[in-house]
């Protein structure tokens, strides 16, 4: 988490490409779904004559290449919040994609931190020892799938964002936002008294 000040409140970068280990498990899956579309494609067109059998290769890179686009956009995805004294603005960008989502602070409430969820054992993993990898893959899923994020109700829609925002980075994001917009989400949402008044 990095947070830095600009003339009317802070920008707090939630996340950057490849800074956790999920992220870097979609480059590889990116870069698997990306060679197995292209050589597919590459050798149905060498071995094949038939019109419907190239169009069909042609279907199924492409649907292949759409995957890929997905892991490559959650890999290189960055977000931002930025907090100005009346609104909290959600920015995210990815490979090709950005959207901005703005929300008025007079219409947010329980904002609230959403824990990962223990892991539990994986019904066949091994009692001493995880032979098969079973409780491996569930742990991996659930880093990748997990929350840790921050979530806020906003006019009877729930928010999330953020991915793995630990607990202490928490109480900070809620502090700064006390500190621009001068509303204390952890105590319902009532005004902080400015000092000079």
């Known amino acids: 988490m990095n947070i830095k000040d600009f003339p009317e409140g802070k920008i707090i970068t939630l996340s950057k490409p490849f800074d956790t280990r999920g992220k870097i498990l ?3 899956k990116f870069s698997c779904f990306s060679i197995a579309a292209i050589a597919f ?5 060498a071995s094949s004559n038939s019109i419907g059998l190239i169009i069909f290769a042609i279907v199924f890179g492409a649907v292949y290449l759409i995957a890929g686009y ?3 956009n959650k890999a290189l995805q960055t ?14 960008r990815g490979f090709l994609s950005h959207k901005a989502s703005t929300y008025a602070t007079a219409g947010i409430s329980n904002f609230r931190s959403l824990d990962k969820p223990e892991t539990t054992a994986h019904p066949l993993a091994g009692q001493t020892f995880d032979y098969l990898g079973f409780q491996t893959e569930q742990k991996v899923i659930s880093e990748m799938h997990g929350d840790n994020r921050i979530a806020f109700d906003y006019n009877g829609k729930t928010v999330k964002f953020g991915e793995n925002i630990y607990s202490w ?3 900070e994001i809620e502090r700064l936002i ?8 952890r105590r319902g949402k009532r ?3 400015h000092p000079m008044e």
């Open 26 to 28: 979609y480059i590889i």
């Open 41 to 45: 494609v590459v050798t149905m067109f």
């Open 70 to 72: 997905r892991f490559i």
């Open 79 to 92: 977000e931002k919040l930025f907090i100005i004294k009346d609104s909290l603005t959600i920015s995210r």
């Open 169 to 171: 980075d928490f109480d």
């Open 178 to 185: 006390c500190e621009v917009t001068g509303i204390d989400f």
């Open 191 to 193: 005004k902080i008294p």
